[in-house]
């Protein structure tokens, strides 16, 4: 904990806990050097807990639990000493890069209270992004100012009941929240906690809206779609909107209700309405081109992501979710284009929403899908080099990799050689394997097989696959099965093989082509030989799934190579519906 410089705590952690051994330490290590007082409200804690919080130095309370946030909360206030009184979970973590913004911001003498910004995960990490909720945190310890509400306690209320002139700032201060994973969520049984206490909440004020919409979001995330539209409808019945802080939220709420039922115009309408009052949440216009590309109007579609990408990042009184206005959105953008078969434009936003968000693999697989079926190696490759910013050996290594499981080998190995020619010595030794592997695919395209190509050294699992597929495809005649499960990936280049020695008139192509379509057959009719672990093997299955795409693809493209023009177009649109070579295990 920090010393204030005045006698009297400058900040007071408030938090009410209940077996959080799990997640306190984390979260009580976050705020140290920052509070000067940790005053712990414990409901029953069996487990470690309440050693934990005396081991950070925090003043502890027992406390019955009742079935009332606000009531345990109000316990920890009346203990409190600090100037201002900041309130966590044990499931948040205080930033470390802008938490410690909050002494500062306790030294403003004209605010009365701070909102921080919650980020909510709903997996492990950071990686998947989060939803973004400015809440208030931190206000100053008034013994007016009490928490109001079963759940979903609010201080808002009583703060500007008191103070009229009260003022709010918006600070920069983020709360990391792990709270909503999924399994954190079950262990805990929160979806029934909370709707039990929003029930009886409910009994006790029918006409509070707020709890109408808290209900809302406990039935969907308890897979209840058609309840929770309902409670979102009853919350917003007569809503004024421009006087109810949360009511973006709730249009949003309903809107992915409807989505979730498929009711795709209703969601429509209630967007077109509610985008009057939000012209500048990009959450709803973000929506809003999903529900026009569901409806097949993929131009409208792009103009509704592209008028999310034009705000950007949604202003600071609105709740929102990560990538709302920036990578999401071009993604979507990004394929509506890609529907049209306008590629440049598709490629510009897709390389987009790599630039927003680096560690994005989606849009890479689906510029390397794209542009493989419409045959543009050469532009694919130039892409790479102009406008992706590649700047370590790893990210050089995944962008190979994405090319490669996308079945790009051309454009793969020109962008190797202008990639080499620069590379460092780290990143030279790391993709010459991958130059290597690329020569050899691009030999079987040709229909001359991988000899000659040394198998590459560092890709062994991927090398030695391919060597094995190839030398199984070269051995005349004999029973011999189709290797690994692993191998399956190789299926598609072995039929472009094949045909490619058809075509060079070799007179073991249609041997070769027969025997390929058997191995596939084995795979569509799931009975793949036993190194696939069984026939209900998940790897099996998926081996299937891949064979039956890369079938489908090696005739598609025969049709899209040999038809007329008009067939063509056709062809090629119905082989990019096709999954992405790094798709086939959704």
Not at 279 to 301: E, F, N
Not at 535 to 564: F, M, N, P, T
Request: charged letters at 25%.
């Amino acid at each position: 904990m920090s010393k204030s410089d005045k006698s009297k705590p400058l900040i007071s952690l408030c938090m009410i806990v209940k077996d959080e051994a799990r997640d306190l330490p984390r979260c009580l290590q976050s705020v140290q050097g920052i509070v000067d007082q940790i005053i712990v409200v414990d409901t029953g804690s069996t487990d470690t807990t309440i050693a934990i919080a005396r081991k950070y130095g925090a003043n502890v309370v027992r406390s019955e639990w009742t079935g009332d946030f606000a009531a345990a909360r109000n316990k920890g206030l009346a203990r409190a000493k600090g100037e201002w009184v900041l309130f966590l979970d044990a499931d948040e973590e205080l930033d470390e890069a802008t938490g410690k913004q909050l002494r500062l911001l306790a030294r403003e003498s004209e605010i009365t209270a701070y909102f921080l910004n919650i980020w909510n995960y709903m997996s492990d990490g950071r990686s998947e992004g989060a939803t973004i909720n400015p809440v208030l945190r931190m206000f100053r310890n008034d013994a007016r100012y009490r928490f109001e509400g079963r759940i979903h306690e609010q201080i808002a209320g009583p703060i500007t009941r008191h103070t009229p002139l009260a003022r709010f700032h918006l600070s920069d201060v983020i709360i990391h929240h792990y709270g909503y994973k999924r399994e954190v969520v079950a262990s805990k049984n929160k979806l029934q906690r909370n709707r039990t206490l929003l029930e009886q909440a409910i009994k006790e004020d029918p006409d509070n809206r707020f709890n109408w919409y808290n209900l809302g979001v406990e039935y969907f995330r308890g897979g209840e779609v058609e309840e929770a539209v309902g409670a979102f409808r009853r919350a917003r019945d007569g809503i004024e909107y421009a006087s109810v802080s949360y009511a973006h939220l709730l249009v949003k709420h309903e809107v992915h209700g409807l989505q979730a039922l498929r009711k795709w115009e209703e969601a429509l309408a209630l967007l077109e309405d509610s985008l009057v009052w939000y012209p500048d949440y990009p959450d709803l216009w973000h929506a809003k081109g999903v529900s026009l590309a569901v409806l097949g109007k993929s131009r409208k579609a792009a103009e509704a992501f592209a008028a999310a990408i034009h705000i950007g990042r949604a202003p600071a009184i609105y709740h929102t979710e990560d990538g709302m206005g920036s990578y999401q959105s071009a993604y979507w953008l990004g394929s509506m284009h890609e529907a049209e078969l306008d590629y440049e434009t598709a490629a510009h936003w897709y390389a987009e929403a790599v630039r927003y968000r680096g560690s994005l693999l989606l849009p890479l697989q689906r510029l390397c899908h794209m542009m493989r079926i419409s045959s543009r190696p050469e532009q694919l490759a130039a892409f790479a080099r102009d406008r992706f910013i590649v700047d370590s050996p790893q990210a050089a290594v995944k962008l190979a990799g994405v090319m490669l499981n996308n079945g790009c080998y051309r454009a793969l190995q020109l962008w190797l050689d202008q990639r080499l020619a620069v590379a460092t010595d780290e990143e030279r030794a790391a993709l010459k394997p991958w130059k290597a592997l690329a020569e050899a695919c691009v030999r079987m395209e040709e229909g001359l097989g991988p000899e000659g190509t040394a198998a590459p050294a560092g890709l062994t699992l991927a090398a030695e696959e391919l060597m094995a597929a190839a030398s199984w495809l070269d051995e005349a005649g004999g029973d011999r099965p189709y290797p690994s499960a692993g191998a399956v990936r190789w299926l598609p280049l072995l039929l472009r093989s094949s045909e490619a020695m058809r075509e060079n008139s070799s007179a073991q192509a249609e041997g070769a082509i027969e025997k390929v379509r058997s191995a596939i057959g084995q795979h569509l009719d799931a009975k793949p030989p036993a190194a696939f672990d069984g026939s209900g093997s998940e790897k099996a299955i998926r081996a299937s799934v891949q064979a039956l795409c890369g079938l489908a693809d090696y005739h598609l493209s025969r049709l899209q190579r040999h038809d007329a023009s008009s067939l063509k177009q056709a062809v090629e649109s119905i082989r990019l519906l096709l999954p992405a070579g790094s798709d086939y295990s959704r």
